[in-house]
């Protein structure tokens, strides 16, 4: 398996794994279970969306699928 497939399927299971953590953890703050007291009510009621962590996998993702698309693209063999 040529190394970029390697790095698309890593990038692949970061992603996945960091979505579940996400919604794992905005299931802990609706449920009541965790709460951050200095966080605005405007932000509280959008979890999801003011959550860096979210954007910053969503971000992750789509700069290595672009990266990985490149090089199929410049090096068609694969890495030999």
């Not at 992603?15 to 996400?22: A, C, E, M, R």
């Amino acid at each position: 398996m040529p190394w970029w497939q390697v790095l698309l399927v890593l990038s692949i299971i970061i992603t996945l794994f960091g979505i579940f953590y996400s919604m794992q953890a905005a299931r802990d703050v609706e449920s009541g279970k965790e709460f951050d007291r200095g966080v605005g009510g405007r932000a509280s009621k959008h979890k999801i969306r003011a959550n860096p962590i979210f954007w910053s996998y969503i971000v992750f993702a789509l700069v290595i699928t672009a990266v990985a698309i490149c090089y199929i693209f410049i090096y068609p063999d694969g890495a030999f």
